[in-house]
């Protein structure tokens, strides 16, 4: 079952691997984090989260959200020692438009199907706390299940030579088996043929 899905987040932050000192963020969410929020949504829990692997989406956003900055305090290493201080940007307003299909998901119940029951018999799924996209802070105000409107949107394309390097797989316990993949932004409408925009979060992690 393919589904789309629309995401309103008040405010969120995706990090690229290259910041340092200074806390930007990319101007879109990354596959990897929208992966992550999806197997929340439906109850997969993180140490689980291979099982969907080969899963394709889209991602559009509905126009590049605004950008804000915060002075928050930021944690650089394990001790109270390191944390200290420092500026942020944050993304504001963002509306989120994703669209999914199993791929080469081999789970017995496909990703896009275990997210099509999670909002048609919300008591089958078992989870806990809130739902986020990206840090736990980053908290998703509504999700549904819905038709995309006749308008234009922001789409993430897959792109070699594009101008952002984003994950799409992430390993916390072993960097080098981080994936990144290029992309371009590229504008469209949101009624627009998907082909060559498809995302798969790989079947095989080298």
Sequence with gaps: ???SVLVD????????YASREYQDTYPVPTPS??????????G?????KALHRGVRMVLAVEKLPEKAKVFRKLRRGKT???IRPD????LLDLRL???????RDTAPIPLPDKVATAFSSPSSVTRSGGLSLGESSYLVDTISIKEPPDAEGVFLQPNEEGFYSLPVWVDHQDTS????RRFALTAMSLRSGLTSLWIEIPSSIV
């Design 87 to 90: 500026y942020q940007d944050l």
């Design 33 to 42: 984090a929208v992966y992550g929020m999806l197997l929340s949504l439906v």
């Design 44 to 48: 997969v829990r993180r140490e689980d």
């Design 80 to 82: 109270l020692e390191d």
């Design 1 to 3: 079952m393919d589904v």
């Design 177 to 180: 088996r981080t994936i990144l």
């Design 97 to 103: 438009w994703i669209w999914l299909q199993q791929g």
């Design 9 to 16: 987040v008040p405010f969120c932050a995706f990090r690229p």
